[in-house]
């Protein structure tokens, strides 16, 4: 898609953005005015919990930025229990503050949940403490109470979720992106995943869906990150982390019922209670892995892996994730009645599938690239957690993929042989394929 097609649709987007936001509105106390317009909230955060200690100048310093906060009602995001809500302080600097929403009629004493809740919300910051300062997480600036509710504050994140994003960046009507694109995007995704594994060796996220992860527009608009190759993407919300010494969350406990885990992407082991493996097998990395993958390949097919609500679908979405193999592979390429007009919204393979001849050759020459990618996403969906390849195993293969794609389609037009990656990816050049620094600010 032309750069300027996808900047008219990300204004579109904006706008439709704004409305949802307004109309969910919430409730809360007594409106202020403050410079600029629109009517905030003020909101005095008690108890507030720095995520490092700080001397007492440093500590006080904090407090003054902190400890009253303008709430943006009107821009608030909803999630499955959180709330996360833009605002400012007095001096204008931007924050997320992140609250959980409960149902008001669920299982067990009111005390209980409250404390349930607080437990929960506890380890959801024990998480995020963990990644301070890593790039690509939002900043952590700290937790306290606000209308004696627990809440987290971090960096506001400019931008759109890759769900969102996604239906922006799609070359057909079916919500597929360029095969490419979604290579690109599975590199950065799987990029903070060898990351978070650095920093914080044993964290798992364990609900990454393309609602949890964000692409910040703060420096460069969704259109030219999209035109550049390189995606700045964030992973929000740690609700359903999990340390792996650590027991399941206290919601789970609490509710019945995984906090988060959205099965579509989830791995079957976050699926069931049922196997005695279970409990261990929920708090591996490799739960990440299945689930990044999900989301690549639901970003080249227009619709995840599994088809868990199909007419007629009886199973579990375990059962279904555990009998069945993943649908194949069917990228905007394969489904394309009319390739030509797929092509001219991804100007970087037309150009690479310029010579070609007959369309019938062409079709070959996308799909043996195309084949590229099944190649290094379709080892994660198997059941076996060990046997699924480590996430730096797929980003050096979508990497690599991402550097050779317009190449391997060139060669194959030409008759020679596109030179297929064992599953896993191994890097073309022997070499650690780093993908591309995202612009910094200007
Ligand atoms: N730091 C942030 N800055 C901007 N927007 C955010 C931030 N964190 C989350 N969001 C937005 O808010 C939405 C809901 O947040 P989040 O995913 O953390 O809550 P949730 O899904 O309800 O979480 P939980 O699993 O804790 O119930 C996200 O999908 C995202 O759009
Ligand atoms: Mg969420």
């Known amino acids: 898609m032309s750069g300027e097609e996808l900047r008219a649709r990300e204004g579109e987007g904006a706008r439709a953005d704004g409305r949802r936001a307004s109309e969910e509105g919430l409730a809360g106390s007594a409106a202020a005015s403050v410079p600029g317009g629109g009517a905030w909230r003020l909101a005095y955060v008690t108890d507030l919990e720095l995520p490092h200690p700080l001397d007492a100048a440093g500590r006080d310093a904090c407090l003054r930025r902190l400890s009253a906060l303008f709430l943006d009602d009107a821009c608030a995001r909803r999630g499955g229990l959180g709330r996360v809500t833009r605002a400012v302080n007095a001096t204008g600097e931007p924050f997320a503050v992140k609250a959980l929403v409960l149902p008001d009629d669920g299982p067990g004493d009111p005390a209980r949940r409250a404390e349930i809740v607080r437990r929960a919300f506890d380890e959801e910051y024990e998480s995020q403490r963990r990644l301070v300062g890593l790039e690509g997480f939002p900043q952590l600036y700290g937790r306290g109470m606000v209308d004696g509710k627990p809440v987290i504050i971090m960096e506001w994140v400019e931008g759109e979720t890759l769900e969102h994003a996604a239906r922006a960046l799609a070359v057909d009507?079916?919500?597929?992106?360029?095969?490419?694109?979604?290579?690109?995007?599975?590199?950065?995704?799987?990029?903070?995943?060898?990351?978070?594994?650095?920093?914080?060796?044993?964290?798992?996220?364990?609900?990454?869906?393309?609602?949890?992860?964000?692409?910040?527009?703060?420096?460069?608009?969704?259109?030219?990150?999209?035109?550049?190759?390189?995606?700045?993407?964030?992973?929000?919300?740690?609700?359903?982390?999990?340390?792996?010494?650590?027991?399941?969350?206290?919601?789970?406990?609490?509710?019945?019922?995984?906090?988060?885990?959205?099965?579509?992407?989830?791995?079957?082991?976050?699926?069931?209670?049922?196997?005695?493996?279970?409990?261990?097998?929920?708090?591996?990395?490799?739960?990440?892995?299945?689930?990044?993958?999900?989301?690549?390949?639901?970003?080249?097919?227009?619709?995840?892996?599994?088809?868990?609500?199909?007419?007629?679908?009886?199973?579990?979405?375990?059962?279904?994730?555990?009998?069945?193999?993943?649908?194949?592979?069917?990228?905007?390429?394969?489904?394309?009645?009319?390739?030509?007009?797929?092509?001219?919204?991804?100007?970087?393979?037309?150009?690479?599938?310029?010579?070609?001849?007959?369309?019938?050759?062409?079709?070959?020459?996308?799909?043996?690239?195309?084949?590229?990618?099944?190649?290094?996403?379709?080892?994660?969906?198997?059941?076996?957690?060990?046997?699924?390849?480590?996430?730096?195993?797929?980003?050096?293969?979508?990497?690599?993929?991402?550097?050779?794609?317009?190449?391997?389609?060139?060669?194959?037009?030409?008759?020679?042989?596109?030179?297929?990656?064992?599953?896993?990816?191994?890097?073309?050049?022997?070499?650690g394929v780093r993908p591309p620094r995202i612009p910094r600010a200007r």
């Open 173 to 431: 009507d079916d919500g597929r992106l360029s095969p490419l694109t979604a290579a690109r995007l599975g590199r950065d995704l799987f990029e903070l995943l060898v990351r978070m594994d650095q920093k914080a060796g044993g964290l798992a996220h364990r609900d990454l869906s393309p609602a949890n992860v964000m692409v910040r527009t703060r420096e460069l608009p969704l259109a030219d990150q999209a035109e550049a190759g390189a995606f700045d993407l964030r992973i929000v919300d740690f609700g359903s982390s999990a340390l792996a010494q650590r027991r399941e969350t206290s919601l789970t406990e609490g509710f019945g019922a995984p906090r988060g885990a959205t099965p579509d992407y989830a791995p079957p082991e976050m699926l069931t209670d049922d196997v005695p493996q279970a409990p261990h097998a929920r708090v591996s990395p490799a739960v990440d892995v299945y689930a990044a993958a999900s989301v690549v390949y639901g970003l080249a097919c227009g619709r995840p892996p599994f088809d868990l609500g199909a007419e007629g679908e009886v199973r579990s979405p375990y059962r279904c994730k555990t009998e069945d193999a993943p649908a194949p592979l069917r990228t905007a390429h394969d489904a394309a009645p009319d390739l030509a007009a797929v092509l001219r919204r991804e100007p970087e393979v037309a150009a690479a599938a310029a010579s070609a001849s007959d369309e019938g050759l062409l079709r070959a020459a996308l799909a043996s690239a195309d084949a590229r990618l099944g190649a290094v996403i379709l080892p994660c969906l198997v059941v076996d957690q060990a046997a699924r390849p480590s996430a730096v195993t797929v980003r050096d293969g979508l990497a690599a993929l991402c550097r050779d794609y317009a190449d391997l389609v060139r060669r194959a037009l030409g008759g020679g042989t596109p030179d297929l990656a064992p599953a896993g990816g191994a890097p073309c050049d022997g070499g």
